[in-house]
């Protein structure tokens, strides 16, 4: 049996820690998270206040002038405030945790002693302000920016040109197979993540146990519990982001009144909330912020004297409410059913997702959950006129649920989230999981890697057969158009043939974006320097391109175009395999510029095997499964999961578990005592 209040590893590191009641074993997560990931969680303290560039350098200052104008530590702490006290104790305790092993934790880490970084103190908000500075970007709403930029420069109806399943937005793929599907009779349920792949990883393996439960699953390093994906023996939980659409963005008219700053609103002019902020910046001059908040949100781009970009505020649930749904994670470690799941999972805020849990006693649950507001389907499109009391929000929407029927499948496609959404991803990768799941209804934990690892290409198809019909190409072009037609569609890291595609699509992307309409999007308006990525024009082509190909474009000769194409990667000859080129790139706080290519990778950004890159860019991957799971009811012993690096963020399981997860293979959970390691103080 386990010694209360001592933490055990498993060997791959991974942290299982046992203590006499909750308020304890928050104390052991938050040290040993300290331990395993203080420059991790520092820096994401520093970005949650808008310090970063203090030891970051000038590339940080853009995120921090974000982070202050959007008032993320200030949100933090209201949320915090009006936390009940069971659950602002059990947050203190967490935080309480991490003080207590920052410093041993930061001298383990060689990054604080290569930027003179010394370990801060949280504060009970801390907590709050990481779960923010994460997700406050995870709904996509620049994506906005982007229509009402396509909007005033092509008219309106083109808005919708580009509308697919952007390529800053997280998703995921989550199953659920219920007992009739299985070879046990009990559930199971698996998926994977995507975000972008970090290092150290944002999800971190770890088991938490105490005489009231005993739960293991993905924690997010610097939050207390298993908020996301989790075991609790007789219930487990999987999520997907549900692509919903609860932020929006106004426009506003701002002016001085002296020193007063003064919104424009439904009621007129009305004062608004001001300040300033000084960022201090690393081997640079400080960057004073004006922070400015009217009665929708704080100014996120433009000012009173700014007369380059829209002036425009941005409105979200936890801003307006006060409330980040803290209270649900303590609930969900005591969870025992699906009705328990269900019932805690009603005061979810963001991000909104779309859920999947079952129990041994036969329940299943497949809802959506978070806050979503009622308003003019004007907000869900485009910038909104903050003048305007239409656009005002009007309640919340009610959260959907659905029936299990056998198989559950959610990959962020247009399903049981369809009236919250505005845009959803294509249905590729959920078409592809329901078929490969209905060929047995015997299914093991252990054939669940057939389908993480599914690299099928069903989005090749537009772009195939358009080559398939074209004359006039020359004997090269010819063989490349009948060794394509003969590929399988997988994208497979040894094939010759899927690197080939890839050349074609990149190709077709280019061109398309010297089109003389499309062309005219190249320079977008001057919105801060965080929001590029929503804002450039040659990816968003890129992931648009089945859509763009068929769309009415004047002047788009698409057969010339695609035909161009395939005799210009017909001539380069490229030989290489997929794999050669397509390589894992994680991003790093603090880039190593000596660091080798990453390991070589199967997959596309439509697969199942979300691998994604940037057609037209590169064929690096920034952005795939963060995580891999296997959750079975029948024995939680057999129940697998992987990170794509390791549990620490240094030392010798800083990335042991990137070859299994590279070659698509899980770790088996340990859940006997017996077979862990006992882990004392130095």
Same mark, same amino acid.
């Given at each position: 049996?386990?010694?209360?209040? /001592?933490?055990?590893?498993?060997?791959?590191?991974?942290?299982?820690?046992?203590? &006499?009641?909750? #308020?304890? +074993?928050?104390?052991?997560?938050?040290?040993?998270?300290?331990?395993?990931?203080?420059?991790?969680?520092?820096?994401?303290?520093?970005?949650?206040?808008?310090?970063?560039?203090?030891?970051?350098?000038?590339?940080?200052?853009?995120? $921090?002038?974000?982070?202050? /104008?959007?008032?993320?530590?200030?949100?933090?702490?209201?949320?915090?405030?009006?936390?009940?006290?069971?659950?602002? !104790?059990?947050?203190?305790?967490?935080?309480?945790?991490?003080?207590?092993?920052?410093?041993?934790?930061?001298?383990?880490?060689?990054?604080?002693?290569?930027?003179?970084?010394?370990?801060?103190?949280?504060?009970?908000?801390?907590?709050?302000?990481?779960?923010?500075?994460?997700?406050?970007?995870?709904?996509?709403?620049?994506?906005?920016?982007?229509?009402?930029?396509?909007?005033?420069?092509?008219?309106?109806?083109?808005?919708?040109?580009?509308?697919?399943?952007?390529?800053?937005?997280?998703?995921?793929?989550?199953?659920?197979?219920?007992?009739?599907?299985?070879?046990?009779?009990?559930?199971?349920?698996?998926? %994977?993540?995507?975000?972008?792949?970090?290092?150290?990883?944002?999800?971190?393996?770890?088991?938490?146990?105490?005489?009231?439960?005993?739960?293991?699953?993905?924690?997010?390093?610097?939050?207390?519990?298993?908020?996301?994906?989790?075991?609790?023996?007789?219930?487990?939980?999987?999520?997907?982001?549900?692509?919903?659409?609860?932020?929006?963005?106004?426009?506003?008219?701002?002016?001085?009144?002296?020193?007063?700053?003064?919104?424009?609103?439904?009621?007129?002019?009305?004062?608004?909330?001001?300040?300033?902020?000084?960022?201090?910046? =690393?081997?640079? &001059?400080?960057?004073?912020?004006?922070?400015?908040?009217?009665?929708?949100?704080?100014?996120?781009?433009?000012?009173?004297?700014?007369?380059?970009?829209?002036?425009?505020?941005?409105?979200?649930?936890?801003?307006?409410? #006060?409330?980040?749904?803290?209270?649900?994670?303590?609930?969900?470690?005591?969870?025992? @059913?699906?009705? %328990?799941?269900?019932?805690?999972?009603?005061?979810?805020?963001?991000?909104?997702?779309?859920?999947?849990?079952?129990?041994?006693?036969?329940?299943?649950?497949?809802?959506?959950?978070?806050?979503?507001? /009622?308003?003019?389907?004007?907000?869900?499109?485009?910038?909104?006129?903050?003048?305007?009391?239409?656009?005002?929000?009007?309640?919340?929407?009610?959260?959907?649920?659905?029936?299990?029927?056998?198989? =559950?499948?959610?990959?962020?496609?247009?399903?049981?989230?369809?009236?919250?959404?505005?845009?959803?991803?294509?249905?590729?990768? !959920?078409?592809?999981?329901?078929?490969?799941?209905?060929?047995?209804?015997?299914?093991?934990?252990?054939?669940?890697?057939?389908?993480? @690892?599914?690299?099928?290409?069903?989005?090749?198809?537009?772009?195939?057969?358009?080559?398939?019909?074209?004359?006039?190409? !020359? =004997?090269?072009?010819?063989?490349?158009?009948?060794?394509? +037609?003969?590929?399988?569609?997988?994208?497979?890291?040894?094939?010759?043939?899927?690197?080939?595609?890839?050349? *074609?699509?990149?190709?077709?992307?280019?061109?398309?974006?010297?089109?003389?309409?499309?062309?005219?999007?190249?320079?977008?308006?001057?919105?801060?320097?965080?929001?590029?990525?929503?804002?450039?024009? +040659?990816?968003?082509?890129?992931?648009?391109?089945?859509?763009?190909?068929?769309?009415?474009?004047?002047?788009?000769?698409? %057969?010339?175009?695609?035909?161009?194409?395939?005799?210009?990667?017909?001539?380069?000859?490229?030989?290489?395999?997929?794999?050669?080129?397509?390589?894992?790139?994680?991003?790093?706080?603090?880039?190593?510029?000596?660091?080798?290519?990453?390991?070589?990778?199967?997959? $596309?950004?439509?697969?199942?095997?979300?691998?994604?890159?940037?057609?037209?860019?590169?064929? *690096?991957? +920034?952005?795939?499964?963060?995580?891999?799971?296997?959750?079975?009811?029948?024995?939680?012993?057999?129940?697998?999961?992987?990170?794509?690096?390791?549990?620490?963020?240094?030392?010798?399981?800083?990335? $042991? /578990?990137?070859?299994?997860?590279?070659?698509?293979?899980?770790?088996?959970?340990?859940?006997?005592?017996?077979?862990?390691?006992?882990?004392?103080?130095?």
């Amino acid at each position: 049996m386990p010694v209360s209040g /001592q933490r055990y590893r498993d060997q791959w590191g991974i942290p299982h820690l046992h203590a &006499d009641g909750p #308020g304890s +074993l928050a104390y052991a997560q938050g040290r040993v998270t300290a331990l395993d990931r203080a420059w991790q969680i520092e820096v994401e303290r520093h970005r949650s206040q808008g310090t970063s560039a203090a030891f970051l350098g000038a590339d940080a200052v853009a995120w $921090d002038r974000f982070a202050r /104008q959007v008032r993320l530590d200030d949100t933090a702490r209201r949320c915090h405030a009006a936390l009940d006290p069971a659950t602002a !104790s059990w947050v203190g305790r967490y935080v309480d945790g991490v003080n207590a092993g920052l410093a041993e934790g930061a001298a383990r880490a060689p990054e604080f002693a290569a930027t003179g970084l010394a370990p801060g103190r949280w504060q009970p908000w801390t907590p709050l302000a990481l779960w923010l500075t994460h997700h406050v970007l995870f709904a996509g709403f620049p994506t906005k920016l982007w229509r009402e930029h396509v909007a005033r420069t092509l008219g309106a109806p083109a808005a919708g040109l580009f509308a697919v399943d952007g390529h800053v937005t997280s998703g995921s793929n989550g199953w659920l197979l219920a007992g009739a599907r299985t070879a046990s009779g009990a559930p199971l349920i698996a998926g %994977d993540p995507h975000r972008f792949i970090e290092a150290p990883g944002i999800y971190q393996q770890i088991r938490l146990a105490c005489p009231e439960y005993d739960v293991l699953g993905f924690a997010v390093p610097g939050i207390p519990g298993i908020a996301h994906f989790g075991h609790a023996g007789d219930v487990a939980w999987a999520i997907t982001n549900a692509m919903s659409d609860y932020q929006d963005v106004y426009a506003e008219r701002l002016r001085r009144r002296g020193t007063l700053v003064e919104a424009y609103g439904p009621d007129g002019w009305q004062a608004a909330y001001r300040h300033v902020e000084t960022i201090e910046v =690393a081997g640079a &001059d400080p960057v004073e912020v004006e922070v400015i908040e009217t009665e929708r949100g704080p100014v996120i781009s433009g000012g009173p004297d700014d007369d380059r970009a829209v002036t425009v505020s941005l409105r979200h649930p936890p801003r307006v409410t #006060g409330d980040l749904g803290f209270s649900v994670l303590p609930a969900l470690l005591r969870a025992r @059913t699906v009705g %328990d799941v269900d019932a805690a999972l009603d005061g979810w805020v963001e991000p909104v997702n779309v859920v999947l849990a079952a129990d041994t006693a036969g329940g299943l649950l497949h809802r959506v959950a978070g806050r979503v507001p /009622q308003r003019h389907p004007d907000n869900g499109l485009r910038i909104v006129p903050a003048w305007e009391p239409a656009h005002a929000w009007r309640g919340w929407h009610a959260m959907p649920k659905s029936p299990v029927d056998g198989v =559950a499948v959610m990959a962020n496609e247009r399903g049981i989230a369809a009236e919250l959404g505005v845009e959803f991803a294509p249905p590729h990768r !959920s078409d592809r999981i329901r078929h490969l799941l209905t060929e047995a209804t015997d299914w093991r934990p252990g054939q669940m890697a057939t389908v993480h @690892t599914d690299t099928y290409l069903a989005a090749a198809g537009a772009l195939l057969d358009l080559l398939a019909g074209l004359d006039g190409l !020359s =004997a090269g072009a010819v063989a490349l158009r009948e060794r394509l +037609l003969a590929w399988d569609r997988r994208m497979a890291a040894d094939s010759v043939e899927a690197a080939a595609f890839a050349d *074609l699509r990149a190709a077709v992307v280019r061109r398309l974006t010297a089109h003389p309409t499309l062309a005219a999007l190249a320079e977008p308006p001057a919105y801060p320097e965080v929001f590029r990525p929503w804002l450039t024009l +040659l990816p968003r082509i890129g992931y648009a391109l089945t859509p763009l190909l068929h769309a009415d474009l004047p002047d788009l000769d698409r %057969d010339a175009l695609v035909r161009e194409a395939a005799e210009e990667v017909a001539a380069a000859g490229d030989t290489r395999r997929w794999g050669d080129r397509h390589r894992l790139a994680p991003w790093r706080a603090l880039p190593e510029p000596t660091e080798p290519p990453g390991p070589e990778l199967a997959g $596309d950004h439509d697969c199942v095997l979300a691998t994604s890159s940037v057609p037209g860019i590169t064929d *690096l991957c +920034l952005r795939g499964p963060a995580a891999r799971y296997v959750w079975d009811l029948a024995r939680r012993e057999d129940s697998r999961w992987v990170v794509p690096l390791g549990a620490a963020g240094a030392g010798p399981h800083r990335d $042991d /578990q990137l070859p299994l997860w590279v070659r698509g293979e899980l770790i088996e959970v340990t859940c006997d005592w017996d077979r862990l390691t006992e882990e004392h103080d130095d």
